[in-house]
Every structure is written in C-alpha cells, then in structure tokens.
C-alpha cells in the first residue's frame, strides 16, 4: 500500500482500514505466539501500513500543524 494511494481515501475510509489494519496485526501477534503463523515478515508489512495510515489521518485532520514555512 502506498501513501498517494492511502491520500485517495475519504476520513471514514481511513478510520475503518486503521482499525482493520490494528485488528489484523492483533491476529498475526497471536499466530506469532501460538506458532501458527507461517510468514512473520507479514507483520512487519502491517505495522508499516498502519503507521502510513495514521500519518495521513492526522495530516487529514490536522492540516496546519507541522513545521512552520
């Protein structure tokens, strides 16, 4: 998942995949520790989209924060 394509979706879209993204990285966590996960670089490619996710929320939400120009 990349950024612009993130930057495409409306406010409530991007609320729901956080929240689909922050269940589906519980899911693997306890795979992780039941030993029933197959591939662990899977979470690392979820926590990555979820941090893209909530970068662009808070820019979506709070535009004029930042670093001054």
């Known amino acids: 998942m990349e ?3 993130i930057r495409e979706h409306s406010l409530k879209e991007l609320q729901a ?4 993204l922050q ?10 520790q039941t030993g029933q996960l197959e ?6 490619d979820i926590k990555k989209d979820l ?3 909530k970068t ?4 979506k939400v709070e535009p004029r ?3 001054p120009r």
């Open 3 to 5: 950024a612009k394509d």
């Open 17 to 20: 995949k956080e929240l689909d």
């Open 23 to 32: 269940q589906e990285l519980f899911n693997l966590k306890f795979q992780l």
């Open 39 to 44: 591939n662990a670089a899977k979470i690392k």
């Open 51 to 53: 941090a893209r996710v």
């Open 56 to 59: 662009i929320l808070r820019e």
């Open 65 to 67: 924060r930042g670093f």
